[in-house]
Structures are given as C-alpha cells and as structure tokens.
T-cell receptor
Framework: QKEVEQNSGPLSVPEGAIASLNCTYSDRGSQSFFWYRQYSGKSPELIMFIYSNGDKEDGRFTAQLNKASQYVSLLIRDSQPSDSATYLCAVNRSNYQLIWGAGTKLIIKP | GAGVSQSPRYKVAKRGQDVALRCDPISGHVSLFWYQQALGQGPEFLTYFQNEAQLDKSGLPSDRFFAERPEGSVSTLKIQRTQQEDSAVYLC????????????FGDGTRLSIL
C-alpha cells in the first residue's frame, strides 16, 4: 500500500459542475495536508493546505480533512476548462518531508 | 526574486558526463528541497536543507548525486557519471519555515541523458 493514494483518473467533469478529488493516507500521525495543481510540463502550484479536521474554503476551492478516516479531499466549484490539470495530494511524513500521491488527472469538458 | 528560480530549464548530456543544476529559492526562505519527478508520478524527495545544513539526504539515489547550499541561499544539485535512468525532471522547492509550511516550486530542470 502506498503512503498516499489517489485515483489516477482521468476524472471528467462538465464545465460549471463540482469536481471532487480524493486522497487517502496511511500514517495516522500526519498533521499537514496540501493540494497542488500541475499543468502538463509545468511545476506543481500550491492550491490549498489544511491542518485541522473539517472544511477550509478559498474561493472556488474547498479542502476537506477527515483524520479519523484518513482522507483529504479537494472540491472545485463552478469548474472551468482552465482547471484541467493533474492535482497532487501531499502529506507530511515528518517535520519537513512531504509524501506525494501520483496525482489525479482532471478534465473539464466545455 | 519573486519566486524559485531554476537553471537550466533543459539539459541534455551524454551518459557518463557530470551535470550541475542550480536553484535560487525565494529570498528569506529557510528550507530548500530537491525532488525528482518521473512522468506520471508525484515528486520523489531527494534532499532537504535548513539554511546551509543538509539535514536529510536519504532520498538521493546513489553516491553519484550530491547537493550543497554553502551560504544558505542558492543550492546546486550535482550528478556525476550520469546514467540514462537519471533522466527526469528535477524540481527545487523552498518554504519559509522549518515545520511543514507550504512549499513553493521552481519551474524545474528537465534532464535528458543520451
């Protein structure tokens, strides 16, 4: 079992709908959780981070953390074609080291 | 600078040559990370610096890989006697503090070994 797991996709969502991306992790001691967006040929770009159970909203993005179930999700409301990218989940292994999922490819269809 | 800067963006080398990849982190960022990313995969940790101290190099694949950050700012990742399996994108990231703060990435160096 990988330490951080994501469905590789592709996940296809119609424009304007809600895209839901999920990530599970194995280390119950993890405390910091990050979502990055990566366009093809580009480097990862920070979207959201969350440290506490519950929801955290920033514009069209909402991160949800459930430590009991060991999953973190990212919701994208009013999806736009420009949201089409690979979304990477990262979880801390130690005070500084992150463990990364392989990413979910999201396609927003106009 | 405004963001993390990496150079060169692309590097092609023949097998057996040495290469050096440069990273200039965001000004004032204490932590600096090097990652290797293969196509379709997430970044794989290589090494971590806190200021000039290399606190973790457990991810370096072999003793052919060497990284330094002598003055606590610019870092160089050096690969000696390159092999074809070294072909990948090498990403550098920096963060402000020392405890799991968000990391900000440079554009990466795409290394191709012929």
């Amino acid at each position: 079992q990988k330490e951080v797991e994501q469905n590789s996709g592709p996940l296809s969502v119609p424009e304007g709908a809600i895209a839901s991306l999920n990530c599970t992790y194995s280390d119950r001691g993890s405390q910091s959780f990050f979502w990055y967006r990566q366009y093809s040929g580009k480097s990862p770009e920070l979207i959201m981070f969350i440290y506490s159970n519950g929801d955290k909203e920033d514009g069209r993005f909402t991160a949800q953390l459930n430590k009991a179930s060991q999953y973190v999700s990212l919701l994208i409301r009013d999806s736009q074609p420009s949201d089409s990218a690979t979304y990477l989940c990262a979880v801390n292994r130690s005070n500084y080291q992150l463990i990364w999922g392989a990413g979910t490819k999201l396609i927003i269809k106009p | 600078g405004a963001g993390v800067s990496q150079s060169p963006r692309y590097k092609v080398a023949k097998r057996g040559q040495d290469v050096a990849l440069r990273c200039d982190p965001i000004s004032g960022h204490v932590s600096l990370f090097w990652y290797q990313q293969a196509l379709g995969q997430g970044p794989e940790f290589l090494t971590y610096f806190q200021n000039e101290a290399q606190l973790d190099k457990s991810g370096l694949p072999s003793d052919r890989f060497f990284a330094e950050r002598p003055e606590g700012s610019v870092s160089t990742l050096k690969i000696q006697r390159t092999q074809q399996e070294d072909s990948a994108v090498y990403l550098c990231a920096s963060s402000q503090g020392t405890r799991n703060q968000p990391q900000h990435f440079g554009d990466g160096t795409r290394l191709s070994i012929l």
